[in-house]
């Protein structure tokens, strides 16, 4: 067995040379993160323009949304608003075959209002 006898100047440095490289990896480490969570989308939501789907069907109207991650809803154009609970969509599924065809008469917020991932669109759908 070797023992080896380190001076206390000769210990400072080696510690030294530890702390470097320890914060030169726990910064490499960050880094990745950062690159790796901007790359997945993991950062701030960028808010964007919402598309205008205004004579649409609802399904081109829902293929559209689902572009911009933003949830719907839609009602009847002249239905009452107790109707829209009847008919709450989410950008999740698809619009059944009695509805799919109908064309969106008005959008709630306008074409051009800047959303985030998660914001509610009311769609109005003609009869």
Same mark, same amino acid.
């Given at each position: 067995?070797? $023992?080896?006898?380190?001076?206390? %100047?000769?210990?400072?440095? $080696?510690?030294? !040379?530890?702390?470097?490289?320890?914060?030169? #990896? @726990?910064? +490499?480490?960050?880094?990745?993160?950062?690159?790796?969570?901007?790359?997945?989308?993991?950062? %701030?939501?960028?808010? =964007?323009? #919402?598309?205008?789907? +205004?004579?649409?069907?609802?399904?081109?109207?829902?293929? =559209?949304?689902?572009?911009?991650? &933003?949830?719907?809803?839609?009602?009847?154009?002249?239905?009452? @608003? @107790?109707? #829209?609970?009847?008919? &709450?969509?989410?950008?999740?599924?698809? %619009?059944? +075959? !009695?509805?799919?065809?109908? *064309?969106?008469? @008005?959008?709630?917020?306008?074409?051009?209002?800047?959303? +985030?991932?998660?914001?509610?669109?009311?769609? *109005?759908?003609? *009869?």
């Amino acid at each position: 067995m070797t $023992v080896v006898y380190v001076t206390s %100047a000769e210990q400072t440095t $080696v510690e030294d !040379a530890m702390t470097r490289k320890i914060h030169r #990896l @726990a910064i +490499t480490a960050i880094i990745c993160a950062c690159a790796l969570l901007s790359s997945c989308g993991g950062g %701030a939501d960028e808010p =964007r323009a #919402l598309p205008n789907v +205004t004579g649409m069907t609802l399904t081109q109207a829902e293929r =559209r949304l689902q572009s911009t991650n &933003v949830s719907w809803v839609f009602n009847e154009e002249e239905g009452p @608003a @107790a109707k #829209l609970f009847e008919t &709450v969509r989410e950008s999740s599924g698809s %619009a059944n +075959t !009695a509805l799919a065809n109908r *064309r969106v008469a @008005a959008q709630d917020p306008k074409p051009g209002y800047k959303v +985030t991932s998660g914001d509610v669109v009311l769609l *109005r759908l003609r *009869r």
